[in-house]
Protein backbone atom coordinates (compact mmCIF):
# COMPACT_ATOMS: atom_id res chain seq x y z
CA UNK A 1 0.00 0.00 0.00
CA UNK A 2 0.96 3.59 -0.60
CA UNK A 3 -0.34 6.95 -1.04
CA UNK A 4 -2.50 7.06 -4.36
CA UNK A 5 -2.42 9.62 -6.98
CA UNK A 6 -5.61 9.03 -9.04
CA UNK A 7 -8.05 10.22 -12.12
CA UNK A 8 -11.53 9.39 -12.00
CA UNK A 9 -13.89 9.86 -15.41
CA UNK A 10 -17.57 9.48 -14.64
CA UNK A 11 -18.70 7.08 -17.51
CA UNK A 12 -22.43 9.15 -18.47
CA UNK A 13 -21.31 12.96 -18.34
CA UNK A 14 -17.48 12.92 -18.61
CA UNK A 15 -17.17 14.99 -15.78
CA UNK A 16 -13.08 14.31 -13.88
CA UNK A 17 -12.02 14.51 -10.85
CA UNK A 18 -7.85 14.14 -9.45
CA UNK A 19 -7.60 12.94 -6.11
CA UNK A 20 -5.65 11.20 -3.16
CA UNK A 21 -6.16 8.12 -0.92
CA UNK A 22 -4.18 5.73 0.98
CA UNK A 23 -7.14 2.93 0.42
CA UNK A 24 -8.14 0.79 -2.72
CA UNK A 25 -8.24 3.80 -5.70
CA UNK A 26 -10.93 1.63 -7.47
CA UNK A 27 -12.83 1.43 -4.77
CA UNK A 28 -12.69 4.60 -2.93
CA UNK A 29 -15.47 6.84 -4.42
CA UNK A 30 -13.53 10.58 -3.74
CA UNK A 31 -14.24 12.97 -1.29
CA UNK A 32 -14.46 16.32 -3.14
CA UNK A 33 -17.74 17.81 -2.08
CA UNK A 34 -18.93 18.68 -5.87
CA UNK A 35 -17.79 14.93 -7.22
CA UNK A 36 -19.60 13.36 -4.21
CA UNK A 37 -22.82 15.58 -5.04
CA UNK A 38 -22.27 14.99 -9.14
CA UNK A 39 -22.05 10.89 -8.23
CA UNK A 40 -25.53 11.26 -6.17
CA UNK A 41 -27.02 12.67 -9.19
CA UNK A 42 -25.68 10.58 -11.70
CA UNK A 43 -24.55 7.62 -10.02
CA UNK A 44 -21.03 5.91 -9.53
CA UNK A 45 -20.40 5.12 -13.20
CA UNK A 46 -17.08 5.84 -12.86
CA UNK A 47 -13.84 4.75 -14.94
CA UNK A 48 -10.31 4.96 -12.02
CA UNK A 49 -6.56 5.52 -13.84
CA UNK A 50 -3.80 5.52 -11.14
CA UNK A 51 -1.56 8.50 -12.25
CA UNK A 52 1.34 7.36 -9.53
CA UNK A 53 2.14 6.06 -6.00
CA UNK A 54 4.26 7.55 -3.68
CA UNK A 55 5.87 6.23 -0.66
CA UNK A 56 5.73 9.39 0.87
CA UNK A 57 3.61 12.64 0.71
CA UNK A 58 6.50 14.78 -0.59
CA UNK A 59 6.71 12.86 -3.74
CA UNK A 60 2.99 13.07 -3.53
CA UNK A 61 2.57 16.41 -3.20
CA UNK A 62 5.39 17.32 -6.18
CA UNK A 63 3.22 15.24 -8.64
CA UNK A 64 -0.21 16.05 -7.77
CA UNK A 65 0.52 20.26 -7.74
CA UNK A 66 1.93 19.69 -11.19
CA UNK A 67 -0.63 17.41 -13.04
CA UNK A 68 -3.12 19.96 -11.23
CA UNK A 69 -2.08 22.75 -13.13
CA UNK A 70 -1.15 20.71 -16.14
CA UNK A 71 -4.69 19.74 -16.06
CA UNK A 72 -6.30 23.08 -14.73
CA UNK A 73 -8.21 20.88 -12.75
CA UNK A 74 -9.45 23.91 -11.05
CA UNK A 75 -10.21 26.46 -13.60
CA UNK A 76 -11.52 23.79 -16.01
CA UNK A 77 -15.36 23.12 -16.20
CA UNK A 78 -14.35 19.13 -17.21
CA UNK A 79 -13.18 18.61 -13.38
CA UNK A 80 -14.93 18.71 -10.20
CA UNK A 81 -12.05 20.08 -8.39
CA UNK A 82 -12.09 23.53 -6.39
CA UNK A 83 -8.28 23.90 -5.61
CA UNK A 84 -5.53 22.03 -6.95
CA UNK A 85 -5.02 18.31 -5.13
CA UNK A 86 -1.85 18.74 -2.32
CA UNK A 87 -3.18 16.08 0.10
CA UNK A 88 -2.98 18.31 2.69
CA UNK A 89 -6.22 18.53 3.96
CA UNK A 90 -6.96 21.69 2.59
CA UNK A 91 -5.83 24.87 4.30
CA UNK A 92 -7.23 27.35 2.13
CA UNK A 93 -5.13 30.22 4.16
CA UNK A 94 -2.03 29.33 1.80
CA UNK A 95 -3.47 30.00 -1.09
CA UNK A 96 -3.92 33.67 -1.03
CA UNK A 97 -2.50 35.26 -4.39
CA UNK A 98 -1.49 38.85 -3.32
CA UNK A 99 -0.49 39.54 -6.74
CA UNK A 100 -3.89 39.57 -8.26
CA UNK A 101 -6.23 41.68 -5.61
CA UNK A 102 -8.67 43.00 -7.82
CA UNK A 103 -8.84 39.52 -9.89
CA UNK A 104 -12.71 38.69 -9.99
CA UNK A 105 -13.66 41.11 -8.01
CA UNK A 106 -17.65 42.22 -8.87
CA UNK A 107 -18.11 38.82 -10.77
CA UNK A 108 -20.65 36.42 -10.81
CA UNK A 109 -20.02 32.88 -10.32
CA UNK A 110 -20.50 32.44 -14.10
CA UNK A 111 -18.12 34.88 -14.99
CA UNK A 112 -15.71 33.61 -12.79
CA UNK A 113 -16.24 29.47 -13.20
CA UNK A 114 -18.56 29.33 -16.40
CA UNK A 115 -22.52 28.26 -16.17
CA UNK A 116 -22.14 24.65 -15.87
CA UNK A 117 -19.33 25.01 -12.48
CA UNK A 118 -21.09 27.82 -11.06
CA UNK A 119 -23.99 25.85 -10.89
CA UNK A 120 -22.78 22.82 -8.98
CA UNK A 121 -21.28 25.51 -6.25
CA UNK A 122 -24.60 27.17 -5.79
CA UNK A 123 -26.14 24.36 -5.21
CA UNK A 124 -23.38 22.57 -3.17
CA UNK A 125 -23.31 25.67 -1.26
CA UNK A 126 -27.05 26.31 -0.55
CA UNK A 127 -27.00 22.34 0.31
CA UNK A 128 -24.26 23.00 2.99
CA UNK A 129 -26.15 26.09 4.62
CA UNK A 130 -29.33 24.77 4.53
CA UNK A 131 -28.73 21.58 6.43
CA UNK A 132 -26.83 23.59 8.85
CA UNK A 133 -29.70 26.07 9.67
CA UNK A 134 -32.21 23.14 9.85
CA UNK A 135 -30.47 20.90 12.38
CA UNK A 136 -30.30 24.32 14.38
CA UNK A 137 -33.97 25.16 13.73
CA UNK A 138 -36.50 25.58 16.93
CA UNK A 139 -33.85 23.91 19.15
CA UNK A 140 -31.91 25.36 22.32
CA UNK A 141 -28.65 25.70 23.76
CA UNK A 142 -29.43 22.77 25.86
CA UNK A 143 -30.25 20.65 23.06
CA UNK A 144 -27.72 21.32 20.88
CA UNK A 145 -24.57 20.98 23.41
CA UNK A 146 -25.98 19.70 26.86
CA UNK A 147 -26.77 21.29 30.11
CA UNK A 148 -23.10 22.18 31.05
CA UNK A 149 -21.81 23.43 27.92
CA UNK A 150 -25.15 25.43 27.45
CA UNK A 151 -25.00 27.20 30.90
CA UNK A 152 -21.21 27.66 29.62
CA UNK A 153 -22.36 29.53 26.91
CA UNK A 154 -24.83 31.89 28.60
CA UNK A 155 -22.41 32.27 31.27
CA UNK A 156 -20.24 33.84 28.77
CA UNK A 157 -23.09 35.93 27.23
CA UNK A 158 -23.94 37.87 30.12
CA UNK A 159 -20.56 38.45 31.73
CA UNK A 160 -18.74 39.37 28.41
CA UNK A 161 -20.61 42.99 28.62
CA UNK A 162 -20.01 43.48 32.19
CA UNK A 163 -18.03 46.58 32.73
CA UNK A 164 -18.94 48.09 29.25
CA UNK A 165 -17.83 51.68 28.77
CA UNK A 166 -20.97 54.04 28.37
CA UNK A 167 -21.95 54.20 24.84
CA UNK A 168 -20.38 57.11 22.85
CA UNK A 169 -21.96 60.67 22.87
CA UNK A 170 -23.15 61.79 19.74
CA UNK A 171 -20.36 64.38 19.49
CA UNK A 172 -17.92 61.47 19.65
CA UNK A 173 -19.65 59.58 17.49
CA UNK A 174 -19.13 62.39 14.73
CA UNK A 175 -15.14 62.85 15.82
CA UNK A 176 -14.60 58.73 15.63
CA UNK A 177 -16.42 59.15 11.77
CA UNK A 178 -14.55 62.11 11.02
CA UNK A 179 -10.97 60.04 12.06
CA UNK A 180 -12.09 57.09 10.36
CA UNK A 181 -12.76 58.66 6.69
CA UNK A 182 -10.78 57.80 4.19
CA UNK A 183 -9.46 55.03 5.94
CA UNK A 184 -9.34 51.41 3.95
CA UNK A 185 -8.57 48.29 5.92
CA UNK A 186 -6.37 45.81 3.95
CA UNK A 187 -7.93 42.83 1.58
CA UNK A 188 -6.48 40.08 0.08
CA UNK A 189 -7.30 38.14 -3.36
CA UNK A 190 -8.80 34.72 -2.45
CA UNK A 191 -7.47 32.55 -5.70
CA UNK A 192 -10.08 30.03 -4.85
CA UNK A 193 -12.65 31.75 -5.07
CA UNK A 194 -11.53 35.29 -6.79
CA UNK A 195 -13.58 37.34 -4.39
CA UNK A 196 -11.57 40.25 -2.73
CA UNK A 197 -12.02 39.99 0.95
CA UNK A 198 -11.10 42.28 4.14
CA UNK A 199 -8.53 40.77 5.71
CA UNK A 200 -10.17 40.82 9.15
CA UNK A 201 -12.69 38.55 7.56
CA UNK A 202 -10.41 36.36 5.64
CA UNK A 203 -10.62 33.75 8.31
CA UNK A 204 -14.55 33.46 8.21
CA UNK A 205 -14.69 33.36 4.39
CA UNK A 206 -11.76 30.34 4.56
CA UNK A 207 -13.91 28.50 7.26
CA UNK A 208 -16.64 28.92 4.25
CA UNK A 209 -14.22 27.04 1.73
CA UNK A 210 -13.94 24.21 4.53
CA UNK A 211 -17.43 23.84 5.39
CA UNK A 212 -17.70 23.44 1.25
CA UNK A 213 -15.36 20.74 1.05
CA UNK A 214 -12.11 22.03 0.41
CA UNK A 215 -10.53 19.68 2.18
CA UNK A 216 -10.50 17.18 -0.82
CA UNK A 217 -12.11 19.37 -3.95
Not at 23 to 48: E, Q
Not at 91 to 107: C, E, H, K, P, V
Not at 179 to 201: D, H, Q, T, W
Request: glycine share 10%; proline share 1%; with cysteine.
Amino acid sequence: MGIYLYKKTHNKTGLKYLGKTEKDPFKYKGSGKRWKAHLKKHGNDVTTEVLGVYETIEDFREDAIRISEELDVVSSNEWANLKIEEGDGGNTARFIDYSILNRGRGLTYEERYGEIKAKELRKVRSSTLGKKSASRKGKTLVDLYGEKRAAEITEANRTKHVGKVTPHSDETKLKISAARMGYKSPRVCCVLCRKEIGMNNFTQHQNTHSKMGTAQV
